[in-house]
Structures are given as structure tokens and as C-alpha cells.
């Protein structure tokens, strides 16, 4: 059973939209969630993280939301590019260190 | 140049056969890990070590095996390989303390075809 639940599995947006990804968890004792983006033939590479005591966080064109009461946070992506299809992984951490990965959303930016 | 290198990036088996996947850092992270990616699971974690000679199962373990002799190193074995341990591997590390504590950094991948 999948610990983080991410929707949607794909997504298409036009140049110069905006990408909406979404996460859910239902472990309280994580206390880290990062997002991660992978090209193809590569590994994930962190892109954007956020603590539970913050309700937004951004970075330059990526911007997560954090709902701690609804156990729920999303990544936006303005003014999506060409250069930002990717898959988009959310994650959550124990205390441990360990990551939970959600299953992933494939992004495609249409010219 | 630094960073994390897993070898071989392609590996084609037969079912039964040993496999062994490496994983090589120069950063000397404390902490290393090992993923599996597939379709519809995203990442789940096979094992992890939190440093040279102690490692943990993670969420798959069955059906492979880790050790840590070297702080840099982290191979995976599978002892006899089944079709369904077909899927692109990753090994991950990140240090033990610090502001990056959190962030883990992933190799490039070792795609595995098991026939």
C-alpha cells in the first residue's frame, strides 16, 4: 500500500500553463516532503522540499502548497516549458531519513 | 568527477542466474540507499545502510541482498533472479547530518532485464 498518493498519472499542458500535481499522506510523523524530477534515462534530482510548518514555499516557477490539517500538498508549475516535461515524483520523509515516493506524474508541455 | 556511479547501466540475465548491481560515491555520505522504480510504484526501497557494515531492510527486500564493506561502496545482489525483479534500479545517498540531511542524490540507473 502506497503511503503517498499522487494524481494525476499524466498530464499535457500548453506553453505558458500551469501544471498542477497533487499528493496526499497519511502518515503524520513525516516531516519533510520533497518533490523530485526525472528525465528520461536519468535519476530523480530533488527540485522543491517543504517542512510541515510552512504552507507555501516557491522557487522561482515551482511553487508547493502544504495543507497539514488535510494531509495534502501540491506542486504548481507557472509558465510550464517545453524543458519542464518530465515525471514529477512527491515524497515524504520519516525521521529516519527514509523517502516514501508517490507513483509519479509524467508531464508533457506542448509547444 | 564526484558524485554517485552505479555499473552496469544495462543488464540482461536469465532467471536463476546471480546478479550484482554496484553503487560507488565519492561524497563519503553516511547513509546509502537502493530503490527499485516501476510503472504505476514509483520508487520503493529495496535496503538501506545508515553506514560501512550496518545496513536495513526496506519496503522489497525479498529476494536480494546488501552489504557495506567500504563507506563509498553499496552493491546489491540478487541471489537467483525472477522476471518479476525486472525494472530499472537506483542507488541513492545523502549525509548524515547537515542542511542537506533530507535530500538524497541519485545515480543515473542500472536498467535489468531478467529473461
Known amino acids: 500500500q502506497q503511503q503517498v498518493k499522487q494524481s494525476p498519472q499524466s498530464l499535457i499542458v500548453q506553453k505558458g500553463g500551469i501544471s498542477i500535481i497533487n499528493c496526499a499522506y497519511e502518515n503524520t510523523a513525516f516531516d519533510y516532503f520533497p518533490w523530485y524530477q526525472q528525465f528520461p534515462g536519468k535519476g530523480p534530482a530533488l527540485l522543491i522540499a517543504?517542512?510541515?510548518?510552512?504552507s507555501e514555499k516557491k522557487e522561482g516557477r515551482f511553487t508547493i502548497s502544504f495543507n497539514k490539517s488535510a494531509k495534502q500538498f501540491s506542486l504548481h508549475i507557472m509558465d510550464s516549458q517545453p524543458g519542464d516535461s518530465a515525471t514529477y515524483f512527491c515524497?515524504?520523509?520519516?525521521?529516519?531519513?527514509?523517502?516514501?515516493f508517490g507513483a509519479g506524474t509524467q508531464v508533457v508541455v506542448t509547444p | 568527477d564526484a558524485g554517485i556511479t552505479q555499473s552496469p547501466r544495462y543488464k540482461i540475465t536469465e532467471t536463476g542466474r546471480q546478479v550484482t548491481l554496484m553503487c560507488h560515491q565519492t561524497?563519503?555520505?553516511?547513509?546509502m540507499f537502493w530503490y527499485r522504480q516501476d510503472l504505476g510504484h514509483g520508487l520503493r526501497l529495496i535496503y538501506y545502510?545508515?553506514?560501512?557494515?550496518?545496513?536495513d531492510k526496506g519496503e522489497v527486500p525479498d529476494g536480494y541482498v546488501v552489504s557495506r564493506s567500504k563507506t563509498e561502496n553499496f552493491p546489491l545482489t540478487l541471489e537467483s533472479a525472477t522476471r518479476s525483479q525486472t525494472s530499472v534500479y537506483f542507488c541513492?545517498?545523502?549525509?548524515?547530518?547537515?542542511?542537506?540531511?533530507?535530500?538524497?542524490?541519485f545515480g543515473p540507473g542500472t536498467r535489468l532485464l531478467v529473461l
Open positions: 561524497w563519503s555520505h553516511s547513509y
Open positions: 541513492a545517498s545523502r549525509p548524515l547530518a547537515g542542511g542537506q540531511r533530507e535530500t538524497q542524490y
Open positions: 545502510s545508515a553506514a560501512a557494515d550496518i545496513t
Open positions: 515524497a515524504a520523509t520519516d525521521s529516519w531519513g527514509k523517502l516514501q
Open positions: 517543504i517542512r510541515p510548518d510552512v
